[in-house]
């Protein structure tokens, strides 16, 4: 009884919230100046946290206080405006305000009685995607962790309904002695669709691969014929070079032979909700599944994903629901379309982004970061990199000279902690990936960026 009294005293006097603020309000005041990779001191200072179990319960205010004091300066500036490594956005004031409350509300996003304002707040979601993405009437939408589990969602319920098509219940009879699905993907595949179709039970080995060109797109000249047991895997946005699929193409072969369809969207797909971009997304409308991100092209708190999918009964079949003890009601439940019972409830978030930006937001922060991406390109062209893709949305992959060249440039931005950019490889070659994705990035963090890579190139030269 003594902890729960201290606990129910740190709950009514609120000095444990307002201390967060204050270090939330001091962090958001100085990320600007931080380094965008945390000092080699800040690393070392994390030791802080090798201790043993306490024996007793201690104070809030002193956990919190350590957390900050050792754990701030480790974090990653993704918030700021010179993070460029992975495709991690930033965070809108607006859904990081409202992530603020839910955490307080702590909803358990499971059942439409455990959250009626997640399961309200998930529906209105689902209906604002699908118009702004101009997807199906029928597509119903799941909201899950990020896109690799979204990604999980949708082959599952390609497998569930190639095989119904086959005349087998998954469900009733597994995978033991079930008829073959064939798996079509091209070379440039994300790592994250290899593992997903590992973990239900495909194989590497039984993927027919198909060449890719020279910027990571499908030949669709090289695509077999198709029927109603193929699941064909689709990119919108190559990893490294942010290249599109040639979905119209594709989709067409698709339809007319009843194969399912699906595509990983992560970042890219967001390009069909900008009237200068969508031109890009053409015919990806006549998929059958779609995964896709919040927390990165939308610039939603972590973590939000999303799976899209045009055939509601493969996709809740595939994630099946059932216990003595789960009571669903006739409103939404959103269980049915994620694998999760218990489950964060992200569409609180993604409402507030959808809500605060609206159509003209989404459009001008997402041009935004491939104007920025742009400007990127030409800037380091002048200083003598190899452009090494179309930049047709936010990324940009580059090279110095040659391997070893390039990596000495890679490792003198991220050293500088001005910037920080990620190593990738392309074509057997060393280069580097730039991601542009947070609404925090302007000119002058660009140009303070190419300022640090002019230092490399420089550094470079002299060696």
């Known amino acids: ?46 030791s802080a946290f090798d201790e043993p179990l306490p024996d007793k319960p201690g104070s809030a205010l002193n956990v919190l206080h350590q957390l900050n004091h050792c754990g701030g300066p480790a974090t990653i500036a993704q918030t700021g405006g010179r993070y460029f490594g992975f495709v991690n956005g930033g965070a809108l004031p607006a859904s990081l305000g409202v992530k603020w409350l839910a955490d307080v509300w702590d909803q358990c996003g499971g059942l439409y009685l455990t959250s009626p304002i997640n399961a309200k707040l998930e529906s209105v979601c689902e209906a604002w995607l699908r118009d702004i993405f101009g997807l199906p009437s029928g597509t119903v939408a799941g909201f899950v962790s990020g896109t690799s589990m979204a990604n ?47 973990m239900l039970g495909f194989g590497r080995k039984n993927i027919e691969w198909i060449p890719a060109d020279e ?16 699941l064909v895997l689709l990119q919108a946005g190559n990893v490294n070079t942010g290249a599109y699929d040639d979905f119209d193409s594709v989709c067409q072969k698709a339809n007319a032979a009843e194969a399912w369809v699906h595509v990983d969207g992560a970042f890219g797909l967001w390009a069909a909700a900008v009237n200068e971009l969508k031109h890009l997304t053409k015919g990806y409308e006549k998929a059958d599944s779609w995964a896709v991100d919040g927390h990165k092209t939308l610039n939603t708190p972590y973590d939000s994903g999303i799976i899209l999918c045009k055939h509601q009964d493969a996709l809740i079949s595939a994630l099946q629901a ?28 993604l409402w507030a982004s959808l809500k605060y930006l609206g159509r003209a937001g989404v459009d001008e922060m997402i041009l935004g970061f491939h104007r920025r991406a742009k400007q990127l390109e ?20 580059v090279r110095f000279g040659d391997d070893a060249q390039t990596k000495q440039v890679i490792d003198y931005v991220q050293k500088s902690r001005k910037a920080w950019i990620g ?41």
């Open 152 to 198: 999980l969602c949708g082959l599952a319920a390609a497998r569930f309904q190639l095989l119904k098509n086959q005349g087998w219940d998954i469900n009733e009879k597994g995978l033991n002695g079930a008829p073959a699905i064939r798996i079509l993907a091209h070379e440039q595949v994300h790592a994250s669709v290899k593992k997903t179709l590992a």
């Open 423 to 463: 190593p990738s490889s392309w074509n057997g070659n060393v280069v580097i990936r730039i991601s542009v994705c947070s609404w925090v990035t302007t000119e002058e963090d660009i140009n303070k960026t190419l300022a640090v890579f002019e230092q490399a190139v420089e550094a470079n030269l002299r060696e």
């Open 322 to 349: 059932s216990g003595e003890y789960l009571v669903f009601s006739e409103q939404r439940d959103p269980l049915l379309y994620t694998p999760e019972l218990s489950k964060r409830s992200r569409a609180i978030e």
């Open 378 to 397: 030409q800037g380091l062209a002048k200083l003598g990199f190899e452009i090494l893709n179309e930049v047709v949305f936010n990324q940009v992959l």
């Open 215 to 230: 910027q990571g797109r499908i030949v669709v000249d090289e695509l077999p014929q198709l029927d109603n047991t193929c």
């Open 1 to 46: 009884m003594k902890l729960q009294t201290q606990m129910f005293q740190e709950l009514k006097d609120k000095e444990i919230f307002e201390q967060a603020r204050q270090y939330a309000y001091a962090y958001i005041d100085e990320i600007d100046e931080m380094d965008v990779f945390p000092s080699a001191q800040s690393l070392t200072n994390l």
